[in-house]
Structure formats: structure tokens, C-alpha cells
């Protein structure tokens, strides 16, 4: 086995009321002058305010941007840059789900003197570049892009893409169960099954460190044992906190692992047709393994140990996303047989399937979104 490990300059809070600590934080980073990101629905939550009185006792402002949107459209990326720059900001937090997050490294990206106007190249960053404004993400969902250094970004034509490199990521997250109490059910489900899925692919992705894959099996089991109780009881806040520590596995193997044919499917759909990238993942997972299990060997029964069940783990991927109420198709998402020759079609430009264990072509592409479209 070859492989490279790159270690990162970050720091994880992590408790009930782990949020009132922010402004502490923030100080800690040298920042001064702070763009909050973030929803209206989130600025408005109790936990927002709180966050905004934390990090107003301790720094000299605090600006916020509401505009942040599913998938992270350019324009949306491209206002709140406007604003970093109006407001002089030395610091950026990150408040709410995925797309938070990823619009704040997108920011980030831009003061690195990146374009701002689309993705850009990944190969160009390096793990010994210096970052320009320090990141602090508060995720509120279990989508794990409060660890990662890479961001996606949707152009007007609906396509996603990727940027980043390792020192975009965020300098500290403050995980606090408390702050995903309100989570809705629908939502918590989504993004749980989309941690659970970093899990999965980083426990046979060709470029997995081995401390990657211990981390990705150890996300797996805790996140198939703890996301049908907080299904069950959304207001059960031990459940919500045996989650968030299984997301922070799921990001954490992300940093040393590339993702496949999966991630990559679930982005293109997600970016042409609007819908959530967690639900995507849910609906795509079970096939792109099946289709992978060839290829991966004994990480294969690993998988399914971690799982419940090691005889078939495709299946018990099938069964968690059924758990928790999600749908079973994409045909019943609205997705339709247009959508999957239009993915397909990308599939082959998109830099995750590329990474995939197992080569995929278009039929490939095709095969295992028709699955996922028809339950077959």
C-alpha cells in the first residue's frame, strides 16, 4: 500500500453549549473583523442569536451574509466576496449546513487571490500555501464539510464542480448538539446518510491512509447505530450527540481519502436538478457499492461488520436509508430518465469518479443511476 498522510493546522470544540465559546474562538484565530455566513432561517434561530452575541463580546464587528443557497450557486459566492471586501473582514464563520460551509471556503478561496467567478483547479494548492483568512465553520447538519479543505460551487448552467486544497480548511469547528436540536427530521436523516457515505467510500478509496480507513469504519458504525435514534427522537440529545461525533468521523477520514464514483454522481444530480445533496447520496450509495464491491476486497466485509452486516453490505445500506424514512428511487425525488443520461454524460469529467477504485464509463455511470432511479 502507497500512500501520503497530510496533516492539518485545526482545532475541534465539541460539546452542549460548545457554540457559546465561538467569540473565545474567534480570538484565538487573531480575527478581528467577522463575516458571519449563514441562512436567514439560521440567523434567526435561537442558537444564531446566540452565536452572534458569543462572537459580538469578543471581536470589534460582525457582519452578516444570509444569502447562502443549496449547492452554492457562483452569484451567491460572488455577493458575499463583495461583502468580505466592503466590510474589510479578517475572518469568516461559517454557520448552518454544507452549503454554509462550502460558501465560506469559497470566500476563503477568493481572498487567496482565486477566482471567485468559478472553480478553480485543485492542483494548484498546496499543503505549505498560507491562508489568508481563517475559517471558523459551525455545522448544524452532519454533512461533514466543516473539516474538509474542498468546496463545490454550481454555474449558472447547473453544473457542479470542485475547488480547494488543504489549507482551506477550516481552521476550527465547534460541534454543538444542542445548536442541531431543531435540525429538521427530513434534514438530519439526509445529511446523516451523506457522513455515513464519507465513511464508505474513505474505507476503500485507492488513496485512503490507513488511519483514514480507521476513522471511516469507526463513522460507519456510529452513525448506522445513532441516525435512526434521532429519527426516532429528534429532541433526544445524547442521540444528537452520538450523531455529530459520527459527522466529525465522516469528515475527518474525508481529509486523507478521495471520494468515487458515488460523491461524484450525487454532486452532478444534485447540481441539475436541485435537489439536496444528502438525499442524493442516500439514494445513490447502495448502488455505487454494489457496483464497487468487485473491486474493493475484504474492505467489502469491513464495511458490512461496521454495517450489522457483513454478508452483504449494499443491502444494509438500502435498509438504514429505508430506516429513516427516505425515499426509495430517485424516479420518486422527480429525477428523471433525462437527468440520468444528461449525469451520465458528465460522469467521466468529474475528478471523484475519476478517483473512483474501479474505472466507470458512461454505461457505467448509466447502470448505477438507473438502478438508483428504479430501485432495481
Not at 188 to 216: D, F, K, Q, W
Amino acid at each position: 500500500m502507497t500512500w501520503t498522510h497530510t496533516g492539518y493546522a485545526q482545532r475541534i470544540h465539541f460539546g452542549v453549549h460548545a457554540l457559546d465559546r465561538a467569540g473565545d474562538v474567534c480570538v484565538d484565530l487573531r480575527i478581528r473583523r467577522v463575516l458571519l455566513v449563514t441562512t436567514l432561517g439560521r440567523r434567526a434561530s435561537e442558537a444564531g442569536r446566540r452565536l452572534v452575541e458569543a462572537l459580538e463580546s469578543a471581536v470589534e464587528s460582525v457582519a452578516v451574509f444570509e444569502g447562502v443557497r443549496s449547492h452554492v450557486p457562483v452569484a451567491a459566492v460572488q455577493a458575499a466576496v463583495g461583502q468580505a471586501v466592503a466590510e474589510q473582514v479578517d475572518g469568516l464563520v461559517s454557520f448552518g449546513g454544507g452549503s454554509c460551509a462550502d460558501l465560506g471556503k469559497a470566500v476563503c478561496d477568493a481572498a487567496e487571490g482565486r477566482s471567485a467567478h468559478g472553480p478553480g483547479d485543485i492542483g494548484v494548492r498546496s499543503y505549505s500555501d498560507h491562508p489568508v483568512l481563517p475559517h471558523v465553520a459551525v455545522p448544524t447538519t452532519y454533512s461533514g464539510a466543516e473539516l474538509t479543505p474542498f468546496y463545490g460551487m454550481t454555474d449558472d448552467t447547473g453544473r457542479k464542480r470542485g475547488s480547494g486544497g488543504p489549507t482551506l480548511a477550516p481552521r476550527a469547528a465547534i460541534y454543538d448538539p444542542a445548536a442541531t436540536l431543531d435540525t429538521p427530521v427530513r434534514v438530519s436523516a439526509e445529511t446523516g446518510m451523506n457522513a455515513l457515505a464519507h465513511g464508505v467510500e474513505s474505507a476503500y478509496s485507492p488513496s485512503r491512509s490507513p488511519e483514514a480507513e480507521a476513522i471511516a469504519l469507526a463513522c460507519i458504525e456510529r452513525v448506522a447505530a445513532s441516525l435512526p435514534a434521532v429519527v426516532d427522537d429528534p429532541a433526544d440529545i445524547d442521540a444528537r450527540t452520538a450523531m455529530l461525533a459520527g459527522a466529525v468521523l465522516g469528515g475527518r477520514c474525508l481529509q486523507n481519502a478521495a471520494m468515487g464514483v458515488h460523491h461524484g454522481l450525487s454532486q452532478l444530480l444534485g447540481g441539475r436538478t436541485g435537489l439536496p445533496h444528502g438525499l442524493m447520496n442516500a439514494l445513490v450509495l447502495p448502488h455505487a457499492m454494489a457496483f464497487n464491491v468487485p473491486a474493493i476486497g475484504t474492505a467489502a466485509g469491513r464495511i458490512g461488520l461496521a454495517l450489522g452486516q457483513p454478508e452483504d453490505p449494499p443491502a444494509a445500506l438500502a435498509r438504514l436509508r429505508e430506516r429513516v424514512g427516505l425515499p426509495a428511487t430517485l424516479a420518486e425525488c422527480g429525477v428523471t430518465a433525462e437527468d440520468v443520461e444528461a449525469v451520465a454524460g458528465l460522469a467521466p469529467d468529474n475528478r471523484n469518479v475519476a478517483a473512483n477504485v474501479r474505472p466507470v464509463s458512461v454505461d457505467d455511470a448509466r447502470a448505477i443511476l438507473t438502478a438508483a432511479l428504479t430501485g432495481g
